[in-house]
C-alpha cells in the first residue's frame, strides 16, 4: 500500500535542508580521541549524508545551505557535484562563519564518540531570503533536518520551507536528527521540533528523540502512543529507532511494522542512521511495502556501520540488494523481519 503519492513530473526526488559538515575519522582507531594522530576527511552532516545515499540509489537531490567561503566549502560543493546533487542553492558565508567540524572517536566496535565544533557554524547561517518556492516546488518532497531549527537564522528558514512545502501540497520528511550542540534548553526543543513534526508526512527519529519532540505535549513516553499523536496531526508514516533492538515503522492504517539489523560485523557506532533513512526514503519513492523499504534501510544501515565513512561509503542499489541477499544466504531469509 502506498501511504504517500509523490508528483513523478517533479525535477526532483528530494530537496533537503540542514547541516552540511566536515568529518575527520580517525585511520588509527580502537583507542581514544587524544591518543589518535591521524585522520581521513569526509563529507558530513546528516541531511547532507542522506542526499549522498539517495543519489548513490539513483535519485536526484536538491539542497538549501550555507558553507565556509573557504577551501572546505569548496570541497563541499566539489563532493556534491561529483554526486549529482544540485548546488544552485547553497551559498557562501559572508563574514567568516566556518564550516561545522566533526571530530569521530572510534574505541571499539560498540564504543564510539562525536566531537563537533559548531560555534558560528555556516550551515546555522541560513536564512529566509535563501528558501526559493519555485525550487522547493520542482521537488517531490522536502527533508528538514532537525539540528536546523536549533538557531536563528536556520531554524526561520526551515520554517518557511515546511510552510511552502505545506501550501503546495508537497511532502515533508522529518529527521529529528538531535544533537545537543547549539540548543539552549528542553523547552526550545520540543517547541521547534514539535511544530515541525505537527507538519510532517514521514517523522523519522530514536525514542529519546521523539521524547525531546514531546517534552511539552504531555504523552506517555511509549512508541505506540507517538504514533497515534502524529498521525492525528497528519503524519503518514513514523518510525521510532531503538539502535541494535531494531525499529518500527507506525503507519496512519493502523499498522506497525517492525525490522531488526542485520548482523555485521561493527567498525563504529555511527552513520547507519543517515544509511537507513536514504535507503528505506529511496523504497518509499519506489512506491515498495513498508517491509521492504525497511528491509533495504536496515541493510544499508548495516553496511554503513562496518565501514570506515559515511558519504564516501553510501552504497547503490544492486550493493544493497546483493548485501540483502548474501545476509539471508547466511541466517535466513527472515533475519531482519523474523
Not at 95 to 119: D, H
Not at 160 to 183: G, H, L, S
Request: charged letters at 25%.
Amino acid at each position: 500500500m502506498k501511504y504517500i503519492e509523490f508528483d513523478n513530473n517533479k525535477e526532483f526526488d528530494l530537496i533537503l535542508l540542514g547541516r552540511v559538515a566536515v568529518d575527520f575519522n580517525p585511520v588509527d582507531y580502537y583507542c581514544p580521541l587524544s591518543e589518535s594522530t591521524t585522520f581521513k576527511r569526509y563529507l558530513g552532516g546528516s541531511p547532507a549524508n542522506i542526499a549522498v545515499g539517495l543519489s548513490r540509489l539513483g535519485k536526484k537531490c536538491g539542497f538549501f545551505a550555507r558553507v565556509s567561503d573557504d577551501e572546505l566549502g569548496t570541497f563541499v560543493e566539489n563532493f556534491f557535484k561529483n554526486e549529482g546533487i544540485d548546488c544552485s542553492h547553497i551559498t557562501r558565508c559572508k563574514n567568516g562563519e566556518k564550516i561545522g567540524l566533526t571530530f569521530t572517536e572510534i574505541r571499539s566496535e560498540t564504543e564510539s564518540s562525536i566531537l563537533m565544533y559548531r560555534n558560528e557554524a555556516a550551515d546555522l547561517k541560513l536564512s529566509v531570503e535563501d528558501i526559493d518556492e519555485d525550487y522547493i516546488n520542482k521537488a517531490k518532497a522536502i527533508l528538514i533536518s532537525g539540528t536546523a531549527l536549533c538557531e536563528s537564522p536556520s531554524r526561520e528558514a526551515a520554517l518557511k520551507a515546511t510552510m511552502i512545502a505545506k501550501k503546495n501540497n508537497i511532502p515533508v520528511i522529518f529527521d529529528i536528527d538531535y544533537r545537543a550542540y547549539n540548543w539552549k534548553n528542553a523547552d526550545e526543543i520540543a517547541i521547534y521540533y514539535s511544530t515541525v513534526a505537527s507538519k510532517a508526512d514521514i517523522i523519522l527519529g530514536s525514542r529519546e528523540e521523539f521524547d525531546l519532540t514531546e517534552k511539552l505535549i504531555g504523552l506517555d513516553g511509549t512508541d505506540e502512543t507517538s504514533a497515534k499523536h502524529w498521525h492525528s496531526q497528519g503524519a503518514k508514516i513514523v518510525i521510532v529507532k531503538h539502535g541494535k533492538e531494531g525499529s518500527t515503522a507506525y503507519t496512519n492504517d493502523g499498522q506497525a511494522y517492525k525490522i531488526k539489523p542485520f548482523p555485521v560485523k561493527l567498525l563504529k557506532s555511527f552513520g547507519g542512521g543517515d544509511g537507513y533513512a536514504s535507503a528505506f526514503l529511496y523504497g518509499i519513492f519506489e512506491g515498495w511495502d513498508i517491509m521492504d523499504a525497511l528491509e533495504f534501510g536496515s541493510a544499508s544501515a548495516a553496511m554503513l556501520v562496518a565501514s570506515h565513512a559515511c558519504s564516501q561509503d553510501m552504497p547503490s542499489v544492486d550493493a544493497v540488494k546483493e548485501f540483502i541477499k548474501k545476509e539471508k544466504e547466511e541466517y535466513g531469509v527472515m533475519i531482519a523481519r523474523g
